[in-house]
C-alpha cells in the first residue's frame, strides 16, 4: 500500500492543470493515473479551438481565466503553446440562431469581450475566400483562435513533474475505497493508494469513475470527427476559426492546409471512435459550398475522438457533498481545452480551500437533481 495527498484519475489536460496547479500550492503527494498514454484521450484528437464567444456568463468567465494564461503560457509554462490568435468568426445563416446569439452580443458587451457583430460583407473583408452570400450576420472576436494540444499538456506535465507529481502511465483506476461516507484510497492494478482526495478527470470515461463512487453522472462519448487537407493552391495566408453554426461545420488553417471538423447529430453516444469514412462526404459537400476554394485540395488525414457531453453542455465541477473527498473535473462538452487553464486552477483552489477564481458553483454536480441546468447554445 502506498499513500497520497490526491490521486488524479485521467491523464488529459484537465488532469494535467490540476495536477500543475496543486503543485503550485505544495498540496502534498499527488499521483495522476491514466490508462493508457498521456494525452491519447479527447486532449489528443481535439481542434485547438480557444475562444471568449461563449452564450452562458460561466464559460464566458471561465474563458476569460484561461485566455490570458494560454496568452502567456510559453513565459509561464516555458513551452511554445503555438497559439494562433487569429479570431473565431461565426456565420449565423438560419433564423432560429439569430435571437440567440443576439442575446450572446449582449452577455458579451456586458462582461467586456471584445466581440463583434459583422454583416456577411465584412465577414468576407477578414476572409475573402469564404462564401458569405447566406449569411445573415456574423459574430467575430481576434482574441480567439487556436492551439496546439499536445504542447499545452506537455507544458503542465514537465512543469508538474518539476515539483514532484508522479504522472503514470498505463494505470488504470479500478475502484475507489469509500468508508464512513468519504474517499480513503484508489486501487490501481494490485495497489491500494491510500488518499483523502480524488479527482475524476476521465473526461468521456468521467461517468465511469463517477461509477466507482456510487454516483450516476450524466456524461455521454459522442464521437467528433475531424479532416485535414493537404496544401491548398490560394490559400496561404492565416484566416480565422470559422463555423458555420448551423450545420456545426468550422475549419482552421493546419500544417499548410485546412483542418475541418463537423459533428454528425445521427451518431449515437458510444465508445466508438473509429473514423466513419462513409461521413467524409457530407464534410466535404458542406466544406466546398462554404469555402469553395478547397476543390483545388484533398483531404490527406482523419480521426475521431470523443465529446465528454453532458446534458446542459458544462461540465461538473467542484467537490461532491454525498461522496466528501471525491472531486469532479470531467465533462467538457468539447471545450476543455481551452478551459484547462482555468479548470485547473479552481480544482486546486477547491481542495486547498481557497476561494475559486471563477465562480462555478452552478457547475455543481447536484444542479442536475435541482433542474438547475445552465443550456450553453454555442456549442458544434
Ligand atoms: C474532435 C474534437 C475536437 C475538439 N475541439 C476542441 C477545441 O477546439 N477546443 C477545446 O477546448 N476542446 C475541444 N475538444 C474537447 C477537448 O478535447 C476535451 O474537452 C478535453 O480534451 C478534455 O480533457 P480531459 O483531460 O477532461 O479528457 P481526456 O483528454 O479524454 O483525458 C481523460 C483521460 O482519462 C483516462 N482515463 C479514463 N478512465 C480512466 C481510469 N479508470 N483510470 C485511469 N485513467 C482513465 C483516459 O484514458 C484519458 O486519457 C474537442 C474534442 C474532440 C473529440
Not at 195 to 203: E, F, H, I, L, W
Not at 263 to 281: C, G, I, K, M
Request: hydrophobic share 45%; glycine share 12%.
Amino acid at each position: 500500500m502506498t499513500s497520497a495527498d490526491v490521486v488524479i484519475v485521467g491523464g488529459g489536460v484537465i488532469g494535467a492543470s490540476i495536477a500543475y496547479h496543486l503543485s503550485l500550492r505544495g498540496a502534498g503527494r499527488i499521483v495522476v493515473l491514466e490508462r493508457d498514454r498521456l494525452g491519447n484521450g479527447s486532449t489528443g484528437k481535439n481542434a485547438g479551438g480557444i475562444r471568449l464567444q461563449f452564450s452562458t456568463e460561466v464559460n464566458v468567465r471561465l474563458s476569460q481565466r484561461a485566455l490570458p494564461r494560454l496568452e502567456a503560457f510559453r513565459d509561464e509554462m516555458g513551452v511554445d503553446p503555438q497559439f494562433h490568435q487569429v479570431g473565431y468568426l461565426f456565420l449565423i445563416t438560419e433564423e432560429r440562431d439569430i435571437v440567440p446569439f443576439e442575446r450572446s452580443l449582449a452577455l458579451w458587451e456586458r462582461l467586456g469581450v471584445p466581440a463583434r457583430r459583422l454583416t456577411g460583407t465584412q465577414a468576407q473583408a477578414i476572409f475573402p475566400e469564404v462564401r458569405v452570400d447566406d449569411v445573415r450576420f456574423a459574430t467575430f472576436c481576434a482574441r480567439d483562435g487556436y492551439a496546439d494540444p499536445h504542447s499545452i499538456l506537455q507544458g503542465y506535465v514537465a512543469r508538474a513533474r518539476e515539483r514532484g507529481v508522479e504522472f503514470r502511465e498505463g494505470a488504470p483506476a479500478r475502484a475507489i475505497d469509500v468508508s464512513g461516507g468519504r474517499v480513503t484510497a484508489v486501487r490501481a492494478g494490485d495497489e491500494r493508494i491510500q488518499c483523502g482526495t480524488v479527482v475524476n478527470a476521465a473526461g468521456a470515461w468521467g461517468a465511469q469513475v463517477g461509477a466507482m463512487v456510487g454516483l450516476r453522472l450524466p456524461i455521454a462519448p459522442l464521437r467528433r470527427h475531424i479532416f485535414v487537407t493537404g496544401p491548398v493552391a490560394g490559400l496561404d495566408h492565416e484566416f480565422p476559426l470559422t463555423i458555420e453554426f448551423a450545420s456545426g461545420l468550422y475549419f482552421h488553417r493546419e500544417s499548410g492546409g485546412v483542418l475541418l471538423g463537423m459533428a454528425d447529430p445521427a451518431d449515437p453516444p458510444r465508445f466508438d471512435d473509429s473514423v466513419n469514412w462513409d461521413f467524409l462526404p457530407t464534410v466535404v459537400e458542406h466544406a466546398l459550398s462554404r469555402l469553395p476554394v478547397l476543390e483545388r485540395a484533398t483531404v490527406k488525414t482523419g480521426w475521431a475522438g470523443f465529446y465528454e457531453d453532458t446534458p446542459d453542455r458544462h461540465p461538473i465541477l467542484g467537490t461532491i457533498e454525498e461522496v466528501p473527498g471525491f472531486v469532479c473535473a470531467a465533462g467538457f462538452s468539447g471545450h476543455g481545452l481551452m478551459h484547462a487553464p482555468a479548470a485547473g486552477e479552481i480544482v486546486a483552489q477547491l481542495i486547498c480551500g481557497e476561494p475559486p477564481s471563477v465562480d462555478v458553483s452552478t457547475l455543481r454536480f447536484d444542479r442536475f437533481a435541482r433542474g438547475a441546468l445552465v443550456v450553453e447554445h454555442n456549442v458544434v
